[in-house]
């Protein structure tokens, strides 16, 4: 019988020598501040500015993308993971040529998958490397085991902190869970703090001195200041209506925010601030379930 380990040994590293795409995690501490928003906003503004752009739903349960981009997937990763259902299949096409993942009850069921399956997963994520220059992957809120997962493993995390003071803790409480995880870790670890319905960019600002003076003296974790968008009544109207604001009101205060984060962002793409390695990478950690840090 063929050593099934060794053949997934050799696929996975022949795999790794391909260009990865980047990997964009969305968080936050508390729910409903606008991580989705934000996602497929953003998602939609880093195409424009010329990428190819995926969006993965990591929160399972809540059809949170799928509402806001008015589309209806059939397939899920889960299905592609153990229905056979092809990479191509569970890719739904919203508005703007941005591709959106489901990731169904697949992401939590990782850690139980047989050596067949991962490398089915390994070559689908191949591809999807392949024919994707950056995905963004939404997340639920909270210090739960996939999150803290998923923003170790990414190329860069956003953490979405709104002004309402639970918001401040939770994000606290995300920093340093993760702060935990990378203990003893010789590179610093960045997260970056988008700032969300604020009333000015000053009130954002604002807001990350207040965190990051917390987390200077307390953590070893780097807080960046990635932006802040305002609070903007045509966001929410435009959610109301299942259609991105950045499409329906492009000139929107909150999509002109956006589109400055999503050039500030596509230079650090650019100049590639860190090599996480890329979405075989993260799902590679997600499937060991944990970061091997
Ligand atoms: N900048 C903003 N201006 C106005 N309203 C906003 C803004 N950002 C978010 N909202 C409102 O907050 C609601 C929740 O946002 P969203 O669904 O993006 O949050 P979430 O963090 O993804 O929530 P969940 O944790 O439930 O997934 C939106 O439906 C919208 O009405
Ligand atoms: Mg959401």
Known sequence: MIDQASHLR???K???QS???KVITVTSGKGGVGKSSISVNLAIQLQ???NR????DADFGLANIEVMLGIRPVYNLADLIFKGRKL????TQGPEGIGFISGGSGIQELTRLTNDQIIGLNQSLCLLDEMTDIIIIDTGAGIGDSVMEFACSSDETILVVTPDPTSITDAYAVLKA???KFEGDSVQFTIKMLANRVENYKEGKELYNKLSVVVNKFLKIKLEFLGAVPQDALLSKAVLRQ????LSSPKAPSVQALRQIAAVLGDYEITGSKQAGGIRMLFRNLIKGKTGR
Do not use: F, T, Y
């Open 10 to 12: 050799s696929i996975i």
């Open 19 to 21: 260009p990865a795409s």
């Open 14 to 16: 022949k795999n790794q």
């Open 243 to 246: 259609m991105p604001v950045s």
């Open 53 to 56: 752009i995926i969006i993965m």
């Open 178 to 180: 993760l702060d935990k």
């Open 48 to 50: 424009k500015l010329g």
């Open 88 to 91: 191509n299949e569970i890719i």
